[in-house]
Nanobody, 122 residues
Framework: VQLEESGGGLVQAGGSLRLSCAASGRTFSSYSMGWFRQAPGKEREFVAF????????NYADSVKDRFTISRDNDKNMVYLQMNSLKPEDTGVYFC????????????????WGKGTLVNVTS
C-alpha cells in the first residue's frame, strides 16, 4: 500500500481544512487507517482512526468534536475534515495504514505517507 497525503496549508485560527490521503493497492479495504501529526521537536501523536469497515472511529481528546475522519473504499481515499483549527494543531499530518484492527500506536502501522504540513496562525 502506498499513501499520499494532500490538503495541508496555511490557515488562520478558527478556519477549516480538509486533508486527503490517496492509497494505492487492491487490498485497501482490509486496512484500518489513521491520521497522526508531528509538531516540531515532538513525537508523532495520534489524531484519529477509522477501521477497515468504516464503522468504528476514534479521536484524540484534543480534536474530538472538531475533526472528522472518513473513508471511501471505492475510491481508496481517507479524509480528515478539520474545523475550528487552533495554533496547537500545527504540524505535519501523516496518514498510516494498519492491516485489520486500528491502533492508537503509530509503531503498529504498516505503511505511511510522507505527510502534509498544516500551519495554523493566531
Amino acid at each position: 500500500v502506498q499513501l499520499e497525503e494532500s490538503g495541508g496549508g496555511l490557515v488562520q485560527a478558527g478556519g477549516s481544512l480538509r486533508l486527503s490521503c490517496a492509497a494505492s493497492g487492491r487490498t485497501f479495504s482490509s486496512y484500518s487507517m489513521g491520521w497522526f501529526r508531528q509538531a516540531p521537536g515532538k513525537e508523532r501523536e495520534f489524531v484519529a482512526f477509522i477501521d477497515w469497515r468504516a464503522i468504528n472511529t476514534n479521536y484524540a481528546d484534543s480534536v474530538k468534536d472538531r475533526f472528522t475522519i472518513s473513508r471511501d473504499n471505492d475510491k481508496n481515499m481517507v479524509y480528515l475534515q478539520m474545523n475550528s483549527l487552533k495554533p496547537e494543531d500545527t504540524g505535519v499530518y501523516f496518514c498510516g495504514a494498519k492491516y485489520f484492527r486500528p491502533s492508537y500506536d503509530p509503531g503498529e502501522y504498516d505503511y505511511w505517507g510522507k505527510g502534509t504540513l498544516v500551519n495554523v496562525t493566531s
